[in-house]
């Protein structure tokens, strides 16, 4: 079954892939296919044939967050790492939208306007023809008697006045709807009007799902926007990041994104949700709770305009803060949730854990919440550790620990 897709899809592949070239730990056994899509459409197309296919598959972005099991993954993993456009957007990347939908509206107000006139005259020329049919009818038919005339005659008279008002029925209906037409073109004139307001402060940036996060900071810094500066040094992809609402400093991806375009799996059409709809919260989001059933492509971010070298400063200021508490060697970041605002680190730390280890695995002895890669660790090294470290912190203080890390399954 895999070879026939890989016939079938026009995207770069690779075969009995080094799980340890595709996590940030450094280790895991081999994945037997995976799938490197450059192009959103490539990504859309690849995911309907495996949709019609019925095979699974797992998304995979930069590695940074995820751990590959030493006994590797033989399922179909699609990486989109190399899916990493990024540009200026416009208000809301549908400002042309915009444009095109008041004059379709403006076009219904004119066609609304001048139906009515037509149909009245249709109408009109129908009971005309009518009434004359009926007429010359009658005549023919001078053997009908007097009566049947009358009645005729009555029938249509009574017809003539029903039609009347079926007409006069139609034209305050065609009023109403010319009326609702106008106020349409009126929202989304002043929806044009607010989005040429939002562009004065606001700049927005669109980015594909395989961008690095410190791209996407350095792209903001390069047009004076402000509102990514704590994504300077947090290793991961946009995709990623909207998965889990990446964060640090007191920033968050939630808090920053406009909406984002996602490919449901199961109809295989790309919809547009926003920031609302993606449900964010600490460290999740609707992506994340629904495994499975969408492909983040895009995001889009609105930020503020502002002064490049205050914005530089930031980042540098958040890149000092993490170099001099986080450990350099290889890791997936922070290994665990905050549980009701409690720092995971601090209880491992004064759980007497810092610098313990299993195997290569080991926890760090700068920030104890993260588990690193100290000499050749094996990803079951890495399972090991974090369950003893869930032990010992319930055991100690009656918390359950929940992992921020995602593990290839």
Same mark, same amino acid.
């Given at each position: 079954?895999?070879?026939?897709?890989?016939?079938?899809?026009?995207? /770069?592949?690779?075969?009995?892939?080094?799980?340890?070239?595709?996590?940030?730990?450094?280790?895991?056994?081999?994945?037997?296919?995976?799938?490197?899509?450059?192009?959103?459409? &490539?990504? !859309?197309?690849? @995911?309907?044939?495996?949709?019609?296919?019925?095979?699974?598959?797992?998304?995979?972005?930069?590695?940074?967050?995820?751990?590959?099991?030493?006994?590797?993954?033989?399922?179909?993993? #699609?990486?989109?790492?190399?899916?990493?456009?990024?540009?200026?957007?416009?208000?809301?990347?549908?400002?042309?939208?915009?444009?095109?939908?008041?004059?379709?509206?403006?076009?219904? #107000?004119?066609?609304?306007?001048?139906?009515?006139?037509?149909?009245? =005259?249709?109408?009109?020329?129908?009971?005309?023809?009518?009434?004359?049919?009926?007429?010359?009818?009658?005549?023919?038919?001078?053997?009908?008697?007097?009566?049947?005339?009358?009645?005729?005659?009555?029938? $249509? *008279?009574?017809?003539? !006045?029903?039609?009347?008002?079926?007409?006069?029925?139609?034209?305050?209906?065609?009023?109403?709807?010319?009326?609702?037409?106008?106020?349409?073109?009126?929202?989304?004139?002043?929806?044009? =009007?607010?989005?040429?307001?939002?562009?004065? /402060?606001?700049?927005?940036?669109? +980015?594909?799902?395989? !961008?690095?996060?410190?791209?996407?900071? +350095?792209?903001?810094?390069?047009?004076?926007?402000?509102? $990514?500066?704590?994504?300077?040094?947090?290793?991961?992809?946009?995709?990623?990041?909207?998965?889990?609402?990446?964060?640090?400093?007191?920033?968050?991806?939630?808090?920053?994104? %406009?909406?984002?375009?996602?490919? %449901?799996?199961?109809?295989?059409?790309?919809?547009? $949700? =926003?920031?609302?709809?993606?449900?964010?919260?600490?460290?999740?989001?609707?992506? &994340?709770?629904?495994?499975?059933?969408?492909?983040?492509?895009?995001?889009?971010?609105?930020?503020?305009?502002?002064?490049?070298?205050?914005?530089?400063?930031?980042?540098?200021?958040?890149?000092?803060?993490?170099?001099?508490? &986080?450990?350099?060697?290889?890791?997936?970041?922070?290994?665990?949730?905050?549980?009701?605002?409690?720092?995971?680190?601090? $209880?491992?730390?004064?759980?007497?854990?810092?610098?313990?280890?299993?195997?290569?695995?080991? #926890?760090?002895?700068?920030?104890?919440?993260?588990?690193?890669?100290? *000499?050749?660790?094996?990803?079951?090294?890495?399972?090991?550790?974090?369950?003893?470290?869930?032990?010992? @912190?319930?055991?100690?203080?009656?918390?359950?620990?929940?992992?921020?890390?995602?593990?290839?399954?």
């Amino acid at each position: 079954m895999k070879k026939d897709i890989l016939t079938t899809v026009g995207v /770069k592949f690779a075969l009995n892939v080094d799980g340890a070239g595709l996590s940030s730990f450094k280790s895991g056994g081999r994945l037997s296919l995976v799938f490197y899509p450059e192009t959103e459409k &490539q990504v !859309v197309s690849l @995911v309907g044939v495996l949709r019609n296919t019925h095979i699974g598959f797992r998304i995979l972005g930069g590695g940074t967050n995820t751990l590959i099991p030493d006994g590797g993954y033989d399922g179909i993993a #699609v990486c989109l790492k190399y899916f990493k456009g990024i540009r200026l957007a416009d208000a809301d990347e549908t400002g042309e939208n915009h444009r095109l939908n008041i004059e379709k509206v403006k076009e219904n #107000v004119e066609n609304a306007e001048k139906t009515p006139i037509e149909n009245r =005259k249709f109408d009109a020329g129908i009971l005309r023809e009518n009434v004359e049919e009926s007429t010359e009818s009658v005549e023919k038919n001078a053997g009908i008697s007097r009566e049947s005339v009358e009645k005729n005659g009555e029938t $249509l *008279r009574k017809n003539t !006045v029903i039609s009347r008002k079926n007409i006069a029925k139609s034209t305050e209906k065609d009023g109403k709807s010319i009326e609702t037409l106008r106020k349409n073109a009126g929202i989304s004139r002043e929806n044009e =009007k607010f989005n040429a307001e939002r562009a004065k /402060k606001y700049g927005f940036i669109a +980015a594909d799902a395989g !961008v690095s996060l410190p791209k996407l900071s +350095a792209f903001a810094l390069e047009n004076s926007l402000s509102g $990514l500066e704590f994504l300077g040094g947090i290793p991961g992809t946009v995709g990623g990041g909207v998965y889990m609402n990446a964060g640090a400093y007191g920033g968050e991806i939630g808090r920053v994104l %406009e909406f984002c375009d996602v490919l %449901e799996v199961g109809s295989g059409r790309v919809i547009r $949700l =926003k920031n609302g709809e993606s449900e964010f919260s600490y460290r999740s989001s609707v992506f &994340q709770r629904r495994v499975g059933e969408y492909v983040v492509l895009r995001a889009y971010f609105a930020l503020e305009c502002g002064d490049a070298a205050k914005i530089k400063d930031k980042m540098n200021e958040f890149k000092k803060r993490r170099a001099e508490s &986080q450990p350099k060697e290889p890791g997936l970041g922070s290994v665990f949730k905050r549980i009701d605002g409690v720092i995971p680190a601090i $209880l491992i730390d004064k759980a007497g854990l810092k610098g313990y280890n299993i195997g290569g695995a080991a #926890v760090s002895d700068k920030h104890a919440g993260f588990i690193i890669n100290s *000499r050749g660790a094996s990803s079951s090294d890495f399972i090991a550790l974090k369950e003893r470290i869930k032990a010992v @912190v319930y055991e100690k203080y009656g918390i359950k620990l929940v992992e921020e890390i995602e593990i290839l399954e």
